[in-house]
T-cell receptor, first 115, second 115 residues
Framework: GENVEQHPSTLSVQEGDSAVIKCTYS??????FPWYKQELGKGPQLIID?????GEKKDQRIAVTLNKTAKHFSLHITETQPEDSAVYFC??????????????FGTGTRLTIIP | DGGITQSPKYLFRKEGQNVTLSCEQN?????MYWYRQDPGQGLRLIYY???????QKGDIAEGYSVSREKKESFPLTVTSAQKNPTAFYLC??????????????FGEGSWLTVV
């Protein structure tokens, strides 16, 4: 089955600086890669996702890059703000017409923005 | 508002008791999921269901049971056979039709503590 590794487990950056979180996956059949943000005591919220037919996707201060050859993808947050402090999870799964493949999560990165 | 509603938010269980966590969604999603999250850990899949009256075991199904009698409801029972049930439980759902399918959305979670 799929195995997703996520690094680093904790990350502290100064407000206004950029943050980068990296994930690697093992199953070459995976072609859908979402990122979730989880605030304390709440459920994860989807912040951005990418499918394997593109190498990069941006949404305001957030971007995700994908290297299918190397089997890794990364989350980039620019101009970080205190409200970006949270735990971030990457995930991977094959897309299908039936949606029955499981989503495999990384172990999470606790991001702290230092004012 | 459309979304996924989990209840209760906090639940205490005595050893030897079964407890049921409720999950309701009004997103008209076909698929529903239950995940377990331990402190500082990632998300592990307990059970999932693609259609009414059908469900499959995830990675850690032992000690848990589910039912899917209605499209919008997917309750999880934590049985006395689950030896270490204290955790944060997350319900999720997703459409299964392409191209909008495969994105998983989470509820706000339920905290279960064994006392």
């Amino acid at each position: 089955g799929e195995n997703v590794e996520q690094h680093p487990s904790t990350l502290s950056v100064q407000e206004g600086d950029s943050a980068v979180i990296k994930c690697t996956y093992s199953d070459s059949a995976s072609n859908y890669f979402p990122w979730y943000k989880q605030e304390l005591g709440k459920g994860p919220q989807l912040i951005i996702d990418i499918r394997s037919n593109v190498g990069e996707k941006k949404d305001q201060r957030i971007a995700v890059t994908l290297n299918k050859t190397a089997k890794h993808f990364s989350l980039h947050i620019t101009e970080t703000q205190p409200e970006d402090s949270a735990v971030y999870f990457c995930a991977a799964k094959p897309l299908s017409n039936f949606g029955n493949e499981k989503l495999t999560f990384g172990t999470g990165t606790r991001l702290t923005i230092i004012p | 508002d459309g979304g996924i509603t989990q209840s209760p938010k906090y639940l205490f269980r005595k050893e030897g008791q079964n407890v049921t966590l409720s999950c309701e969604q009004n997103l008209n999603h076909d698929a529903m999921y239950w995940y377990r999250q331990d402190p500082g850990q990632g998300l592990r899949l307990i059970y999932y269901s693609q259609i009414v009256n059908d469900f499959q075991k995830g990675d850690i199904a032992e000690g848990y049971s589910v039912s899917r009698e209605k499209k919008e409801s997917f309750p999880l029972t934590v049985t006395s056979a689950q030896k270490n049930p204290t955790a944060f439980y997350l319900c999720a759902s997703s459409p299964t039709t392409v191209p909008s399918g495969n994105t998983i959305y989470f509820g706000e979670g339920s905290w279960l503590t064994v006392v």
